[in-house]
């Protein structure tokens, strides 16, 4: 928990967090901390405040950042960890879950970018793509300056698998 209002600036709380995360091992070498919007989702804090995070942990020697890529625990040099899927394909499978599961109903809308964006902690562009990939394989259409919404069943991939 936050102390919001004590002398400690939030961006170091944060950072003190996630340090403990490193040093306990829920972070490994070469993994990526949390990022901006997944810190302003999380701990309910301006985007100003996430990249003072960063810049904290890189202070304090925890990790380096790769411009347009992360950050990541450990020095520069340190293997990364592969990530197995994109997380664009991530966020598009659990749109088409929860279309098939009725959760997300036919011509009503899927969530929003921004919905998104907090849920999965992405930023725009990720969220955007996400919707991009489902649009193009048939799950969703797009009404210009309403939203997007689900494809009517018989609309529906044929495929049996998730968003590859």
């Known amino acids: 928990m936050l102390d919001r209002d004590g002398p400690v600036p939030l961006y ?3 950072a ?7 040093i306990s091992g829920q972070l490994l070498a070469g993994e990526a901390i949390p990022s901006e919007a997944a810190m302003e989702a999380e ?6 405040t996430a990249r003072s995070v960063a810049r904290e942990l890189r202070r304090r020697r ?3 950042t790769i ?8 020095p520069l040099g340190v293997p990364r960890a592969k990530q197995t899927r994109a997380l ?15 959760e997300l109903r036919p011509n009503r809308a899927i969530p929003s ?10 930023a725009k562009g990720t969220a955007r793509r996400a919707i ?6 048939g799950w969703v259409f797009t009404v210009p300056y309403r939203g997007t919404y689900v494809s009517d069943l018989e609309d529906w991939p044929d495929e049996l698998s998730l968003v590859e």
Do not use: P, S, Y
């Not at 701990?43 to 100003?48: C, L, N, Y």
């Not at 664009?88 to 009725?102: C, E, K, P, Q, S």
């Not at 970018?113 to 992405?122: I, S, T």
């Open 62 to 64: 925890l990790v380096h």
């Open 67 to 74: 411009q347009g890529e992360g950050t990541f625990v450990g």
């Open 113 to 122: 970018e921004k919905a998104l964006m907090r849920r999965h902690g992405v």
């Open 88 to 102: 664009h394909t991530i966020i598009a499978n659990d749109i088409v879950a929860r279309i098939r599961r009725g």
């Open 12 to 14: 170091v709380q944060v």
């Open 16 to 22: 003190e967090v996630i340090q403990e995360q490193i």
């Open 43 to 48: 701990f309910d804090i301006a985007r100003t």
């Open 132 to 137: 991009a990939d489902l649009r193009e394989r």
